[in-house]
């Protein structure tokens, strides 16, 4: 599996496109890119990274913020205008009833896609794209769903927007790459995000067994605070500790 760091943004306008990163698998013997988020400037992002939009019809939500799913319309209407019709859609309960009212503001688009929804909560296992998928919810101000990809051996976990929770280092036991939001920088008073102090505080009672962690989501407060977190971090986690930049590519 290959990772791509589409965004690592948030919805601050800032040199990072908001949130989005794809998880390269190997299904029938073809690279199969599935998305994890398409917030605003992952569109484009997509085309940056060399990637084909028309190859991309397998999406994951974390959650339904706009800065996760701002261009998840613009996408499909992209392969719409291509001649591409199909796409799934997985993600927290509200789904289904945001996309339906979401296209109701566009019917000339209504009755020409074929986008099938599917609403997961924690503790899901889907077999999908020869890829093991599990969830589980995490701690944020609305329903989110932190997602677990497994094949061949090798794992990817990425967290989507929350608080340190139990649930989540339990969901990435085991992983080689764990993608963990860091939103702002050491001492800032914030809940429903992580900070680094609280990320750490968070391991020396829950220990962190991933081999790599990349930290994502980063409001421009951590622009000059980066080398901070990682340092703070690895006082309580032994293994690798990268900040992700958008366009990162990563091999699991």
Request: proline share 4%.
């Amino acid at each position: 599996m290959k990772l791509t760091f589409l965004g690592t943004g948030t919805g601050i306008p800032q040199a990072r496109a908001q949130s989005g990163l794809i998880i390269e698998a190997e299904a029938g013997g073809k690279k199969k890119p599935l998305l994890f988020d398409c917030g605003c400037g992952i569109l484009q992002r997509i085309y940056e990274s060399g990637y084909d939009h028309r190859d991309i019809d397998t999406i994951f939500l974390t959650h339904l913020h706009l800065d996760h799913v701002s261009d998840l319309l613009g996408l499909i209407k992209a392969n719409w205008l291509v001649g591409l019709t199909q796409a799934h859609i997985y993600g927290p309960a509200g789904t289904a009833e945001w996309f339906d009212k979401l296209m109701a503001l566009y019917p000339y688009l209504e009755d020409r896609l074929q986008v099938k929804i599917t609403e997961l909560t924690g503790g899901t296992v889907l077999n999908l794209a020869d890829c093991t998928i599990s969830t589980a919810h995490g701690c944020h101000s609305v329903t989110t769903i932190g997602y677990r990809v497994e094949q061949a051996g090798r794992t990817a976990v990425y967290t989507g927007d929350t608080e340190p929770c139990d649930s989540l280092t339990e969901l990435a036991r085991g992983a080689h790459v764990l993608v963990y939001e860091c939103s702002f920088p050491l001492g800032f008073e914030v809940d429903n995000h992580t900070t680094p102090d609280m990320l750490a505080a968070h391991i020396s009672q829950h220990p962190l067994h991933v081999d790599r962690l990349y930290l994502t989501h980063l409001y421009p407060h951590m622009q000059g605070h980066e080398q901070e977190a990682i340092d703070h971090i690895r006082t309580v986690f032994p293994g690798e500790v990268h900040i992700a930049e958008d366009l990162m590519q990563v091999d699991v």
